[in-house]
């Protein structure tokens, strides 16, 4: 029997390692020298990093470079700063200062390192040299080149020319001898995508083996890949888009007004709109300005113009559909004939497209967009300024000649609307007959076009046969095939208008038109215009295959942030 069953029931027979009244002695001599091993090993660690700690105040004490380099305190005032584009050979052996962004950054030795310095869409190679006139340390040639990438640094260097021309680098001809180096913002040391990678195409990429950066990771990260010269170019263009607009409408006197986003009933029909809550009332963001401008006509201004968000629900995956876009709308008053208008859009669009083709600004940013996007700069404008119209008639046989059929394999019907791929196919036809990427086309059926639409009057040739459906005085504006306005002349007679709602399902009674309809009812001038969609403009005239990359924050079904 084993002596455990000699203890009195729920007693257990003690630890090896413990006495009847405590710990053996083995115990205790086991614990004296685990707390010795762990008092050693503390006084170790305090020994290095106080010797570490030595090292480092006798490194900073004898360091040459102190107050040179590092994060940067700001101080008023502060050196004259330049801009990169500004370092030239020509100003070689002046010590400058710039703000820029470190691309890159590596230490050669401990006695060199380079970075590669960006700003304004230039480059330049700055180097810091151990010893020398400046006594340049060691410690802060490690330090310039240990910065993270795309952090933000102010240097203050002599500008040398270079032997050889630096690839690396935009300025390849002059490098900068660092004499001062400062961070004002660090970047983090992971980034979410890396700019040297944002600089190539996804096939480039893919060709050459290297990370491929998609569409939807640069529109998931466009901090990053809106720095690329690229991309800045892309928007720079966007933003002469609309101060070319603005000229044009200021030289022929129009009015810029500022319309509300906001409307109490989706005034133009359809579903294709957004709802949201108002106060505890449904709302609805407008899918154009067109009914405020004609007010603004009603309201004696004559002609007027406007740039502001456009939003459309509409629930299209397509290159060219995004759900808020810029429009480019103007509105004026027709004093014969709706022509007037028309010729005016298509003199707005020959001054904007000639001056892109033509101003050195403008075309030195299309240069460095087709240098990763190669046909950005092949848009075909002939000469003049009379644009290619065609009727909707023409365009409709222009198609059935070609045999171009709809999606359903079905030729285009006269009143029927052209699919994309018909369009497509028409813009194709067209610079092949033409030599255009730009043209119109004119008279529209009214069933294709909004209630408010003017239908066209009795025909002013009477040998020519009436259409079995009735036309409209409308019209649509094209690049490349591919819709960028659509517009026409406005019913402005109070009755005609009501009948016209009635006619498209709408009630004119509905407490939503009251005020619209208001001002008819209080007389209104015969008035026309039309609706440009900036991104789109944008989109064809550089041939980029997506809407969202003339997008700067792109909304669409998928896409709320950033």
């Not at 509300?260 to 154009?288: C, H, R, W």
């Not at 001054?351 to 083709?357: D, G, K, P």
């Not at 009251?514 to 969609?533: I, S, T």
Request: with cysteine; hydrophobic share 35%; glycine share 8%.
């Amino acid at each position: 029997m084993s002596s455990q069953q000699d203890l009195p029931v729920g007693q257990t027979k003690p630890n090896e390692e413990e006495g009847e009244t405590g710990p053996t002695k083995n115990a205790l001599k086991k614990a004296q020298k685990e707390e010795k091993k762990a008092r050693e090993k503390a006084e170790k660690a305090a020994r290095i990093e106080a010797q570490e700690k030595q090292k480092r105040d006798e490194a900073e004490a004898n360091d040459t470079s102190k107050g040179k380099y590092g994060p940067l305190v700001l101080s008023s005032p502060g050196p004259a700063i330049v801009d990169l584009i500004d370092i030239h050979p020509g100003i070689e052996g002046e010590v400058v200062t710039a703000w820029a962004r470190v691309e890159n950054a590596r230490v050669q030795s401990a006695k060199l390192a380079f970075l590669v310095l960006r700003q304004g869409g230039e480059s330049i190679q700055a180097v810091v040299a151990g010893g020398g006139q400046h006594q340049i340390s060691r410690q802060m040639v490690k330090w310039s080149g240990s910065i993270n990438t795309e952090s933000i640094v102010r240097v203050t260097g002599l500008v040398k020319r270079t032997e050889e021309e630096v690839k690396s680098a935009s300025l390849g001809s002059v490098e900068l001898h660092v004499e001062q180096l400062f961070e004002e913002a660090q970047a983090a040391e992971k980034l979410p995508t890396q700019y040297k990678d944002c600089l190539r195409t996804e096939s480039e990429s893919e060709s050459q083996g290297l990370p491929i950066v998609s569409l939807s990771t640069r529109l998931d990260n466009p901090v990053i890949d809106k720095r690329t010269p690229a991309n800045r170019a892309i928007f720079k263009l966007q933003s002469a888009i609309s101060y070319l607009f603005l000229e044009y409408m200021e030289k022929h006197d129009f009015t810029l007004i500022h319309s509300s986003k906001i409307v109490g009933t989706a005034t133009e029909g359809g579903a294709d709109v957004f709802e949201m809550n108002y106060f505890d009332k449904p709302a609805y963001l407008t899918q154009s300005p067109q009914i405020f401008k004609q007010m603004a006509i009603s309201m004696d201004m004559e002609r007027v113009c406007e740039i502001g968000p456009v939003f459309r629900a509409e629930k299209s995956n397509t290159h060219r559909h995004v759900a808020e876009f810029t429009g480019l709308d103007f509105e004026m008053v027709i004093k014969n004939h709706y022509h007037e208008v028309l010729s005016f859009g298509e003199s707005l669009m020959i001054h904007i497209l000639r001056s892109l083709q033509t101003n050195p600004k403008y075309t030195a940013l299309i240069s460095t967009i087709e240098k990763t996007y190669p046909g950005a700069g092949n848009f075909k404008l002939p000469p003049g300024d009379t644009t290619l119209r065609l009727t909707f008639a023409e365009a409709v046989d222009l198609l059935n000649e070609a045999g171009i059929l709809n999606e359903a394999g079905e030729k285009c019907g006269p009143y029927d609307d052209f699919s994309t791929r018909q369009e497509k196919a028409l813009g194709a036809i067209i610079l092949q007959k033409h030599n255009t990427d730009f043209y119109t086309i004119d008279a529209f059926p009214l069933s294709l076009r909004p209630f408010y639409t003017h239908p066209s009057s009795p025909l002013e040739d009477p040998n020519s046969p009436p259409p079995s459906e009735p036309l409209s005085n409308s019209y649509d504006f094209f690049l490349r095939g591919q819709e960028i306005m659509s517009g026409a002349q406005r019913i402005h007679k109070y009755a005609d208008l009501r009948a016209a709602m009635r006619a498209k399902g709408l009630d004119p009674d509905n407490e939503g038109f009251k005020d619209y309809l208001e001002a008819f009812r209080c007389g209104c001038w015969p008035h026309g215009g039309g609706g440009l969609g900036l991104n789109r403009i944008l989109q064809f005239f550089l041939n980029l295959s997506d809407v969202r990359m003339a997008t700067l924050f792109p909304r669409d079904q998928q896409r709320l942030a950033p």
